[in-house]
């Protein structure tokens, strides 16, 4: 029985571990930098050149009371419309999670701001799937064993084509969060709570 126990909360631990980790790699994305969300930014160009993805999230920072965030579609984004807003916030600092792929559109509510350039559409990326163990083809009992695999010959250099490519989501310095300290915090916390739940279940 404590095997089966053990076992169990093996598996939890790595599917806790592998979401832990996935949460990790959002990226939290300051809108126009150190600038923020104000009048005068070309907030097109701070969108160049950056990858947005499904769980990341924009954060905006302004005055209370001088500016809003307002979501709105993308006919109201193009008329600077706040009158039909998707959601609105004037509380000086605005967290919008990018929760899937999509075009997100933002305006300032104030009177004229938007027809000024305070708006900013937001290209969203769906989320690459999260690296995991493989699995082996529908039907088959077997997990894939390392014989499957060719080695290379002393004579020849592997393929370039064999090795497998990832792609990391392109940040700036701006706006980048070091997500190091957050994996290795709640990777420890994780794991000394089910450490500890291991122990009475056994």
Not at 85 to 108: E, M, N, P, R
Not at 148 to 155: E, G, L, Q, W
Not at 163 to 180: E, G, L, N, R
């Amino acid at each position: 029985m404590a095997g089966c126990t053990s076992s169990a909360i093996g598996v939890l631990l790595l599917l806790l571990l592998c979401c832990t980790m996935w949460t990790a790699f959002a990226t939290d994305h300051t809108v126009g930098g150190s600038t923020g969300w104000a009048n005068g930014v070309d907030y097109t160009k701070w969108t160049s050149g950056k990858t947005f993805v499904a769980g990341d999230s924009l954060t905006f920072n302004y005055g209370a009371g001088v500016h809003t965030v307002d979501q709105v579609s993308a006919t109201d984004y193009s008329s600077c419309s706040a009158s039909n807003a998707l959601s609105t916030d004037g509380s000086g600092q605005t967290t919008v999670k990018l929760s899937k792929a999509g075009t997100y559109y933002f305006i300032c509510g104030v009177a004229s701001h938007c027809s000024n350039g305070m708006k900013i559409a937001v290209p969203v990326k769906a989320a690459s799937p999260a690296i995991s163990p493989a699995t082996p083809p529908s039907g088959s009992t077997k997990p894939p064993t390392a014989a499957t695999a060719t080695p290379p010959s002393a004579s020849t250099t592997p393929s370039v084509s064999t090795t497998p490519s990832t792609t990391t989501p392109t940040t700036t310095a701006a706006d980048k969060q070091s997500s190091a300290g957050y994996v290795s915090s709640a990777s420890v916390a994780m794991l000394t709570g089910l450490l500890a739940l291991e122990l009475v279940l056994l």
